[in-house]
């Protein structure tokens, strides 16, 4: 099972990062993704593979002032 910000997306197993991001209506220019601890650099959105067990968090930035 895969959990993405404390919520289980048992969908996402097997699954590229970039795609599942895309697919769930995430803008890649306005997040950072951790995966289990670990920051994932943008350039590797495309070749992650995500596994039973990862745990994400995807942080949206948001502007103002």
Avoid: H
């Avoid at 895969?2 to 795609?19: P, Y």
């Amino acid at each position: 099972m895969i959990k993405v910000n404390g919520k289980s997306a048992e969908e996402a197993e097997g699954s590229i990062l970039a795609d599942f991001l895309e697919v769930e209506g995430y803008s890649m220019t306005r997040i950072a993704v951790e995966c289990n601890g670990e920051i994932i650099p943008k350039a590797a959105y495309g070749e992650r593979i995500l596994k039973d067990g990862d745990c994400l968090e995807v942080v949206n930035f948001v502007g103002g002032g």
